[in-house]
């Protein structure tokens, strides 16, 4: 295959988003979200980890039956039993993928795995094929391969390519990596002989907050999957959001051109199914789908924002789907702000009463951290009752 523009977007939320506290859900929250995905133009949504329980099994079965135009893959560790299960539950989809896995580096081969590089590597090969014998599309991670050493690394990923597997991930299990080494390592694979119709993909946590940004340097090292999870959920601080990079697509075409399936308006109403089905609040700040993302408070941006909302928005909300830009009223805004809000609500005001109300609404505001619409129509109702 030839390398190509165009972003593979895999979505994990429902297998490592999944596996964080308060993320679990119910086989029916799953196959909603998963028919949400695909109305987000995601290209394979990794249902889950069937060999884990029989929910998940009949979870990654009903979706694979029902949610159709995407590809559904299912996880499975280096082992027979898990390979099967994978197979059995992805088996009705129109497309699917298998997803196996095993660790490459020495910490996690010694005191977790209990076993040799070379015991590893036949391990690898002979999980891929079995996986192979169920379906034409493999992928395969070595787990931990940003603390893998590269030699091995690419020994790894030499014979799971060998033995069939068409997706090659590299997982930054424990978010350790920095951007420029993630660049180099795919560099480095995409080098060896026989990469030629392999598909490279990222999978980044989140754990030093580099996540979002260790994908696009990925990508920059000829990396064409991405592995994100919706308002960024995943095991302890995450994997990288997947709004955010599309966000980043989305904003900064002019250095990263690339295309993707998405479909950007419907990144926030994905954000907010996710955040009503599972116990994780959205943080506030969170970048693209948070509350505050497109509020503004202080003074000079009101005043920008009210002249032209691209003095300090970088994209519209709209584009994101979120419905308005919201002026937050509060200490640090100004006059424009609250006479565009008292136009909103319906009242003109003269130069003077304006200034007046304003002189009122900056003594509320030292006191009080929230300031509703009641509270300026109070003013307003103050102001007219003075002789
Ligand atoms: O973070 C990780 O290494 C994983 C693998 C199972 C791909 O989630
Ligand atoms: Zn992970």
């Known amino acids: 295959m030839a390398h190509t523009d165009q972003i593979v977007f895999f979505d994990t939320t429902l297998r490592d988003g999944e596996q964080s506290p308060g993320c679990t859900m119910h086989p029916g929250e799953k196959l909603r979200f998963a028919h949400q995905l695909a109305a987000l133009g995601v290209d394979i949504i990794e249902a889950g980890f069937p060999i884990a329980s029989a929910g998940d099994f009949d979870s990654v079965r009903t979706i694979a039956k029902e949610v159709k135009g995407v590809r559904i893959a299912a996880l499975a560790r280096a082992k027979q039993a898990d390979i099967e299960s994978a197979a059995r539950a992805v088996e009705p989809a129109q497309n699917n993928r298998i997803h196996t896995f095993l660790s490459s580096s020495d910490i996690h081969l010694e005191h977790q795995m209990r076993m040799s590089r070379a015991q590893a590597l036949d391990l690898a090969a002979e999980s891929v094929r079995r996986a192979r014998s169920f379906v034409d599309n493999v992928e395969f991670s070595p787990m931990d391969a940003t603390r893998t050493e590269a030699a091995f690394l690419c020994e790894m990923v030499k014979v799971a390519v060998q033995a069939g597997a068409t997706t090659i991930n590299i997982p930054d299990t424990v978010g350790y990596v920095t951007p420029s080494e993630y660049t180099a390592i795919f560099r480095m694979l995409r080098e060896l002989p026989g990469m030629e119709g392999v598909i490279f993909s990222t999978h980044c946590h989140d754990d030093l907050g580099l996540a979002v940004a260790n994908t696009l340097a990925g990508i920059e090292g000829g990396a064409r999957q991405v592995e994100v999870a919706v308002n960024g959920i995943g095991e302890r601080a995450g994997n990288a959001a997947l709004e955010e990079v599309a966000a980043a697509l989305l904003v900064r075409r002019d250095v990263l051109p690339y295309t993707s399936n998405i479909v950007n308006t419907q990144l926030y109403p994905t954000s907010a199914l996710l955040a009503e089905i599972v116990d994780h609040p959205v943080a506030p700040n969170k970048?693209?789908?948070?509350?505050?993302?497109?509020?503004?408070?202080?003074?000079?941006?009101?005043?920008?924002?009210?002249?032209?909302?691209?003095?300090?928005?970088?994209?519209?909300?709209?584009?994101?789907?979120?419905?308005?830009?919201?002026?937050?009223?509060?200490?640090?805004?100004?006059?424009?702000?609250?006479?565009?809000?008292?136009?909103?609500?319906?009242?003109?005001?003269?130069?003077?009463?304006?200034?007046?109300?304003?002189?009122?609404?900056?003594?509320?505001?030292?006191?009080?951290?929230?300031?509703?619409?009641?509270?300026?129509?109070?003013?307003?109702?103050?102001?007219?009752?003075?002789?």
């Open 287 to 387: 970048a693209v789908v948070g509350k505050n993302a497109f509020a503004h408070e202080s003074g000079i941006h009101q005043h920008g924002v009210l002249a032209n909302p691209l003095t300090y928005e970088i994209m519209t909300p709209a584009s994101v789907g979120v419905t308005a830009t919201t002026i937050v009223l509060g200490k640090h805004s100004g006059r424009r702000a609250l006479e565009h809000r008292l136009t909103e609500l319906g009242h003109t005001l003269t130069r003077e009463e304006l200034d007046s109300v304003y002189h009122r609404f900056t003594e509320l505001a030292d006191r009080k951290k929230s300031i509703y619409d009641q509270d300026i129509v109070a003013l307003l109702n103050v102001h007219s009752a003075e002789p």
